[in-house]
């Protein structure tokens, strides 16, 4: 099971992009690295999911460098309604159970 | 978009008693998980299943745990003797099975606040 590493918590003002990275240097070649985003008293909540290279959705992009022993999770834009909890999670396949770090706290200030 | 429901979305018990947290999984999904993260703590999983049978679980889910999938719809959680170290934020989670996927994508209820008094 690879380990992740995030920072514990970011702070940035509306408008602004932000950029989560996250560290796997024991990352298998078959896991993928998924986000999650949790606002509070609410579950958690898929935003993207990546092996390597870039992917982007409606909501961010995930950058994974060659190497795939970070990514790097970037929110455009952000408003304060992105305020959030962020997880990076790095699951291989067949797995039936997501294990969930202690996150990524955003704040956005106005 | 599809969700998770779960009911109720508060409840309080005393010590002791049993309790059965309910969850309406997403219609076509077939995984089915419970997770729950205590006040200011990690989400920590507790049990996952599948074909009507636990397919894992975690050391949290000890024998005073159980899930249920009492018809096609259901999915509970019953805690049979709560503790007050059982109040969290229950959560309830599905996927869908696809055998072209290479991992998961979980769906999450909005939870269930569990206070043990």
């Known amino acids: 099971l690879a380990k992740t590493t995030q920072p514990i918590s970011m702070d940035s003002y509306e408008g602004q992009e932000v950029n989560i990275t996250c560290s796997h240097n024991?990352?298998?070649?078959?896991?993928?690295i998924t986000w999650y985003q949790q606002f509070p008293s609410q579950g958690p909540r898929f935003i993207i999911q990546?092996?390597?290279t870039k992917v982007t959705n409606e909501v961010a992009s995930l950058f994974i460098p060659a190497d795939r022993k970070s990514s790097t999770l970037s929110l455009p834009r952000v408003s304060l309604s992105d305020t959030a909890v962020y997880y990076c999670?790095?699951?291989?396949?067949?797995?039936?159970?997501?294990?969930f770090g202690s996150g990524t706290r955003l704040q956005v200030q106005p | 978009e599809p969700e998770v429901t779960q009911t109720p979305s508060h409840q309080v018990t005393q010590m002791g008693q049993e309790v059965i947290l309910r969850c309406v999984p997403i219609?076509?999904?077939?995984?089915f998980y419970w997770y729950r993260q205590i006040l200011g703590q990690k989400v920590e999983f507790l049990v996952s299943?599948?074909?009507?049978?636990?397919?894992?679980k975690s050391e949290i889910f000890d024998d005073q745990f159980s899930v249920e999938r009492p018809d096609g719809s259901n999915f509970t959680l019953k805690i049979r003797s709560t503790k007050l170290e059982d109040s969290a934020m229950y959560f309830c989670?599905?996927?869908?099975?696809?055998?072209?996927?290479?991992?998961?994508?979980?769906?999450f209820g909005s939870g269930t606040q569990l206070s043990v008094l």
């Open positions: 989670a599905s996927s869908e099975l696809d055998v072209l996927s290479t991992n998961e994508k979980l769906f």
């Open positions: 024991n990352i298998a070649t078959n896991d993928y």
């Open positions: 990546g092996y390597k």
């Open positions: 999670l790095v699951e291989g396949t067949g797995r039936r159970a997501l294990t």
């Open positions: 219609s076509n999904h077939l995984y």
């Open positions: 299943f599948y074909n009507n049978e636990i397919s894992e």
